[in-house]
């Protein structure tokens, strides 16, 4: 029987929006995860900051000593939801000295790591799981390590951050501008008081590290991820992504490339990009997040569902508890993680794409020729190629406004040509350069 067995004990670091949810998790399901385990799961106790604030905790479990709290021997399993990096760092490190499984949602933690937590749970043959840190209760993790585990993934690409989605999704419905559906983002709580880790694509490149490690086998850390974030998106660009049939989301996309000289590498990259209405990911509206993985014997698989929010993130954490303390029970450890690859970062002028340039020119002739005379020089051919009229307020045309549509080209044959278009007297200015992803050379 389940509840003969010796109890698996929990620590909970952090009772916040995750934590919370998660010790409700606990109580409320003590049966079910008592058969599920094969063992009951006891809560030992609480890690906060502020042992005295009002909570829906008996007192007793409350702690500020976290060192204390992770060393108990009563304590078998120590799930780390405090964030930011530190204290948690030294907390699970703490932990894992004890011979304590490990399960954290610290998706900046394990980003800006190079390998010493998973080294650290190796050498304490201990359990650490992090379902969690990429797309809240979306299953993309444990798919990745063991389902596809016989598999070669070749791409993963995702929408792996709600906020910048929900911004983005409301500028293509509505026309409004970036700053008001940002605004509006923070009146609904999708938006932090300082929005810049959404917005600026940070909090989606911690994701697309972990993403790219565990799908190439791959050290790979935020730093190593090109990074380009929302803030540059204008109205503009929703009405040409309308015309070529796309929309344009914050993608995060970790690629397995080959270099000219067959080289294999991989690219970890984040940046708001065309995506055509046809593709699986435009259809990802509001927080949601969806996570497309291709690999080569199964190809396309899809994920999607609910990114962030307390609740769904602690389906995901509660998942974890379960696995790590069946390990316990059982005696044994879970898959862990495996970076035998080592393959070369590429950087970003590697990347081949295709690619949207739309720029003010001056309306006379000859323009279209002088600007498609660059594209060639740098061996970027053009698919599309449109020129409208730009009238102001009152209907006079005051200018005129070229949209290119490119091949597949390098990052770096992009970059050269709109440095040249720039120098180009009848190009006023580039007015936007966006990536087209998910279409066909
Ligand atoms: P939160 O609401 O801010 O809660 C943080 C909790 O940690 C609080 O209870 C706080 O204690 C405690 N804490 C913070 N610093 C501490 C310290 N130095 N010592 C002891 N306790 C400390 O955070 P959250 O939204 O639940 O997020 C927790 C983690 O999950 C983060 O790593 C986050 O990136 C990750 N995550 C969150 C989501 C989400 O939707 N929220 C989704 C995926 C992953 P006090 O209550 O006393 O201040």
Redesign the pocket.
């Known amino acids: 029987m389940a509840t003969e067995q010796k109890p698996v004990g929990v620590a909970v ?8 949810e998660v010790v409700r998790i606990i109580e409320n399901s003590a049966a079910d995860l008592a058969a599920r385990i094969g063992a009951p799961l006891v809560l030992r106790g609480v ?5 005295n ?1 009002n ?1 829906g905790v008996p007192i007793g479990l409350l702690t ?1 000593d ?1 060192d204390g709290l992770v060393s108990r021997d009563d304590v078998d399993i120590v799930v ?5 990096v530190e ?2 760092r030294k907390a699970i490190l703490t932990a894992i000295e004890h011979g304590k499984s490990v399960v ?6 394990l980003a800006s790591s190079t390998g010493d937590l998973a080294r650290a749970a190796e050498r304490a043959h201990v359990d650490l799981y992090f379902e ?2 990429v797309a ?1 209760a979306i299953p993309v993790i444990r798919p990745l390590t063991q389902s596809l585990a016989g598999d070669t993934v070749q791409r993963v690409a995702g929408i792996v951050n709600g906020t910048t989605n929900y911004i983005l999704s409301e500028m293509e419905t509505t026309g409004a501008d970036y700053a008001s559906a940002l605004a509006d983002a923070s009146v609904l709580g999708y938006a932090e008081a300082d929005p810049s880790a959404d917005v600026d694509g940070y909090d989606a490149a911690s994701k697309a590290a972990i993403l790219a490690s565990i799908a190439f086998h791959t050290t790979v850390t935020a730093d190593d991820v090109y990074r380009e974030g929302i803030t540059a998106i204008t109205p503009d660009d929703f009405v040409s992504a309308r015309a070529l049939n796309c929309t344009i989301k914050l993608l995060a996309i970790c690629e397995r490339i080959t270099d000219a000289d067959g080289t294999e590498m991989v690219s970890a990259r984040v940046y708001p990009a065309l995506v055509p209405a046809t593709h699986p990911l435009a259809t990802v509206g509001g927080a949601f997040n969806a996570v497309v993985v291709e690999a080569e014997a199964s190809g396309r698989v899809m994920f999607y569902g609910q ?4 609740t ?2 602690a389906s995901a954490v509660a998942g974890d508890i379960v696995m790590a303390a069946r390990n316990r029970v059982q005696g044994g450890r879970g898959p862990r993680e495996s970076k035998y690859a080592q393959l070369p970062i590429a950087p970003i002028g590697k990347v081949s794409t295709r690619y949207y340039v739309s720029m003010d020119v001056a309306d006379k002739p000859g323009v279209l020729a002088a600007v498609a005379a660059e594209f060639a020089k740098r061996e970027v051919s053009i698919a599309e190629v449109r020129q409208e009229g730009v009238v102001d307020d009152g209907g006079q045309r005051v200018g005129a406004r070229i949209v290119v549509v490119t091949h597949r080209a390098t990052d770096a044959a992009l970059s050269e040509t709109v440095r040249a278009l720039e120098d180009l007297d009848a190009v006023a200015s580039v007015a936007s350069v966006l990536r087209l992803e998910g279409t066909n050379p």
């Open positions: 670091l952090g009772y916040g929006n995750v934590g919370s890690g906060v900051r502020r042992v604030a909570r500020d976290i780390e939801l405090m964030g930011p204290p948690a954290t949602a610290n998706k900046a933690l969690a840190a809240g990114g962030a929010g307390g769904p993130t």
